[in-house]
DNA sequence: GTCTATATGTTGATAGAC
DNA sequence: GTCTATCAACATATAGAC
């Protein structure tokens, strides 16, 4: 489909070029096409990054599903999710940065968009309190303020990675490379009292 | 100054529209000037962000040395920092974004300013090696690893409020309030073993 | 339906008049 | 110092060819 070519040119400008360099024109001739012709299949340029959006939040999905399938519900897979978040994060920086920052001036994503994502952030909201039911972790670790807590530190260390190196690899990079040790901190720090 | 009205007024935009709605156009309208007039000043849009790129590093520099003064080198130092840093960031979260993420596409500062917030750093980096040498925190704590590990996690929360919530105070954050909390499962993860 | 042609208004930037 | 004039590139929009 057309919409898709466009949409893959447009993945590759944000990718090699920043989120902020994407343009009409651009994708246009990478297209072989006139910018107003792409005006039939995008309402506007905020059209075509709700478009990467909604893409973006659905390969993250996909690829989070296929890193935890063999996963139950707990402190095992609230941890496989989260790395499996941050090596595709690494290894789409444009679309990652669409995601989680807000680097385009004026655009918000339509609010079915969004949904898409909230239901995996939801899934790990539930992971953490199945960990602490099952006692994996401390009972109190299951607050919306710890789950924040631990967002932030992978988001850290993510946003991070992109600004200060961003070729590096997930494996390499030297702030993802201490991923294990941050959710092994966390881990810690709610692990359930030896009473 | 001319100059110094032209950077406040672009602080100002940035500060209201997001550090990508800046334009040349918008400064000059703000001073009653024509755009071409600003050439004068500044080299391209580019060189104001370079001045605001200075100018952020310079107040956030004069912010953290404030709210240190009183403190000898070492953990306190550290951890105060980090919270000075935090709350000048929520205050000034356009220049915050500026000096912190990569918003602009080709945009890098002149290496000379760069190396204004670099001194800040290494303070910060050598309060570590105190903290550790005087054994607030264990041995293996003075690490470049554990360093990046602990400026990780202030900018996951600072970077996460600005995205999510970013008209609330740094007390009442949903992020930024759970600074101290962990401030201090870092402290207690590289606490000295109590041999 | 899909595209071209064309138009408007805005941007970053330069040259040169006053 | 500030302006006008000017340019190329941009987002956006509409009219109309095929």
Redesign the interface.
């Given at each position: 489909m057309t919409v898709n070519e466009a949409l893959d040119h447009a993945e590759r400008i944000i990718t090699e070029?920043?989120?902020?360099?994407l343009t009409v024109a651009e994708i246009a001739r990478a297209m072989g096409m006139r910018p107003p012709s792409l005006y039939k299949y995008f309402s506007s340029l905020h059209g075509v990054y709700d478009e990467l959006f909604a893409r973006g939040n659905k390969r993250l999905v996909s690829h989070v599903d296929d890193a935890t399938q063999s996963y139950q519900p707990g402190l095992d897979r609230l941890l496989e999710s989260t790395r499996a978040i941050m090596r595709w994060s690494i290894l789409n920086p444009g679309l990652a940065s669409l995601l989680?920052?807000?680097?385009?001036?004026?655009f918000q994503p339509r609010a079915e968009t969004h949904a898409i994502a909230e239901t995996m952030v939801q899934r790990s909201r539930a992971d953490l309190s199945v960990a602490a039911q099952k006692g994996s972790l401390a009972p109190n670790a299951d607050s919306d303020?710890v789950f924040?807590?631990f967002?932030?530190?992978?988001?850290?260390?993510c946003?991070?990675q992109l600004?200060n190196e961003p070729q590096a690899t997930y494996e390499t990079g030297?702030?993802t490379s201490?991923t294990d040790?941050?959710l092994d901190?966390?881990v810690?720090?709610y692990a359930p009292s030896p009473s």
């Open positions: 070029r920043g989120v902020g360099a989680f920052w807000r680097p385009i001036p004026g303020e924040r807590l967002t932030a530190i992978s988001a850290g260390l946003s991070q600004a030297l702030f201490l040790e941050a901190m966390f810690q720090r």
